[in-house]
Antibody, heavy 127, light 111 residues
């Protein structure tokens, strides 16, 4: 069965960096786009980024709120997805979910839906 | 990008039907059939229950159905059960961004 397991969350101070990882299993990882989606405490969902399946021609999209501070990457040989987070702010506090994206659309490769999600990892940014 | 608009809460009794609305714009719901819905129980990750406005992934109960008219998509849950009590989020493709857009979420209470 499809399994996504995030790790790397924790408590950090404003301005710090953190790297999240997502280990995938149960499907052919290099055939799927992947995304990071976050949820602030008691709030709704927000797409953070998406990354294409190929590491040769890689398409990566970011939310305006994280562009220039976060970097998404993947290692298809290790079935892993990463989110390098920098210049963290209090408003980045959230549960970060790794999710599989079965379809994309448009010239911008917009993810259409997330069909499998991990359990999430909590990132808390506080002094 | 602006979130899609959902009611904050809806409620219903077991066995009844309820509908949750999701209103967007011409950049998203109004122009595309790529609307999806997610169910989220407390402390759990979201679960995809509807995609492409009205399609159900394998294993999702047929008590869940989706539709769209104009700028508003809707999720209907028929034969309400206590386990349907959860938060529900809509999402749509948008031409205004390189990522999709979510609604603010609706808390369903089964009385």
């Amino acid at each position: 069965q499809v399994l996504l397991v995030e790790s790397g969350g924790g408590l950090v101070k404003p301005g710090a960096s953190l790297r999240l990882s997502c280990a995938a299993s149960g499907f052919t990882f290099d055939e799927y786009y992947m995304s990071w989606i976050r949820q602030a405490p008691g709030k709704g969902l927000e797409w953070v980024s998406s990354i294409s399946h190929s590491v040769i021609d890689t398409y990566i999209n970011y939310a305006d709120s994280v562009k220039g501070r976060f970097t998404t990457s993947r290692d298809n040989a290790k079935n892993s997805l990463f989110l390098q987070m920098g210049s963290l702010r209090a408003e980045d506090t959230a549960v970060y979910y790794c999710a599989r994206v079965p379809r994309i659309a448009g010239d911008a490769n917009v993810p259409l839906e997330a069909d499998y999600w991990g359990q999430g990892t909590l990132v808390t940014v506080s002094s | 990008q602006s979130a899609l608009t959902q009611p904050a809460s809806v409620s219903g009794s077991p066995g009844q039907s309820i509908t949750i609305s999701c209103t967007g714009t011409s950049s998203d719901v109004g122009s595309y059939k790529f609307v999806s819905w997610y169910q989220q129980h407390p402390g759990r990750p979201p679960k995809l229950i509807i995609y492409d406005v009205s399609n159900r992934p394998s294993g999702v109960s047929d008590r869940f159905s989706g539709s769209k008219s104009g700028y508003t998509a809707s999720l209907t849950i028929s034969g309400l059960q206590t386990e349907d009590e959860a938060d529900y989020y809509c999402s749509s493709y948008t031409s205004a961004s390189t990522l999709g857009v979510f609604g603010g979420g609706t808390k369903l209470t089964v009385l």
